[in-house]
């Protein structure tokens, strides 16, 4: 059965460097619970296998933390989050790398891109609070970049990734995840307080294709499960009544949506780019 997808922010490094590692990693079992201290028990080192052992740290402190089975991207769980980033960043710039190799060198530099990528998510982009499309979680077609384009919630389905028939495990593992979608759409309502007009409009469209996807999934899969078919009933009408939700906040959403990248020093830095800060906007022009 597919595990859930961890979604690096550099993947195009981390694919030419660190793909082994982190294939193994995505397959991890989930720990629920508060990441929160789980820098304070990693001791920096001065060989390459040290920092892979805390570069596993480092991803199960990179997705939310899990409560009941769902992310949790609440406002005090996120915040708790970018607090606990800095001590991953510092212990990551004490390890010592002398006599390392270049390649060995390079790793260091792949980790803390991706430690950047998600300081860069804390303070600019928040997606868990400006961005709906966020919370869609269902995909029926395999994406054309390894992970997805643009955000994407952590444990996010795919579902063309399956067997068909489903085994009993693989439809028994699909209720449990499928079934995480009411409570994920309950807390959305929450999280997201941003006042972007094109976002929230690209939610709406987002949650559409993802009832189609549901109902045409729940159609190709009906009778094999019961358990699978309630849940993706019930996934259906939460779906729906989110939908409705938005579309009634949607006049109220008159703000930007954009981030000027190019423009954000905190992107260049994010992303090392070499080149000024307006080679994007220059560049997209």
């Known amino acids: 059965m597919p595990c859930f997808p961890l979604r690096p922010r550099s993947l195009s490094l981390v694919g030419v460097c660190l793909l082994v590692t982190a294939q193994l990693l995505a397959c ?8 929160s201290d789980a820098a304070g028990a990693l001791t920096p080192g001065s060989t390459h296998e040290e920092l892979v052992a805390f570069f596993r740290e480092w991803r199960e402190f990179q997705h939310p933390i899990i409560v009941d089975g769902v992310p949790d991207y609440s406002a005090q769980a996120m915040e708790a989050q970018h607090r606990e980033l800095a001590n ?22 792949i980790i803390r891109a991706e430690m950047n990528g998600l300081d860069f998510d804390h303070r600019v982009t928040r ?27 952590y444990g996010w389905i795919d579902t063309w990734e399956y067997d068909y028939p489903l085994s009993a495990d693989d439809a028994a593992g699909l209720a449990t995840r499928v079934g ?4 994920l759409l309950a807390q959305a309502r929450t999280n997201l ?21 549901l109902s045409g999934f729940a159609a190709e899969v009906e009778g ?8 993706l009933q ?27 990248m190019g423009r954000d020093k905190g992107f260049k830095k994010a992303f090392m780019q070499p080149g000024p800060s307006d080679y994007n906007v220059n560049y997209l022009s």
Request: glycine share 8%; hydrophobic share 40%.
């Open 234 to 260: 019930d996934a259906i009408q939460a779906t729906e009544e989110f939908l409705a939700w938005l579309e009634s906040e949607a006049p109220s959403k008159t703000g930007p949506s954009a981030v000027i």
């Open 88 to 109: 991953y960043q510092a212990k990551l710039v004490a390890f010592d790398t002398t006599g390392w190799s270049i390649t060995e060198q390079i790793d260091t530099h």
């Open 127 to 153: 997606p868990w609070t400006r961005n709906p499309a966020f919370y869609m979680m269902m995909f029926a077609e395999q994406s054309d970049v390894p992970a997805h384009e643009g955000p994407v919630v």
């Open 224 to 231: 094999t499960s019961s358990n699978l078919d309630q849940a």
């Open 180 to 183: 995480t979608i009411p409570a």
């Open 28 to 35: 991890a079992p989930t720990v629920e619970g508060d990441a």
């Open 193 to 213: 307080v941003g006042d972007g007009r094109d976002l929230w409009q690209g939610g709406i469209r987002s949650m559409q294709g993802q009832i189609r996807e």
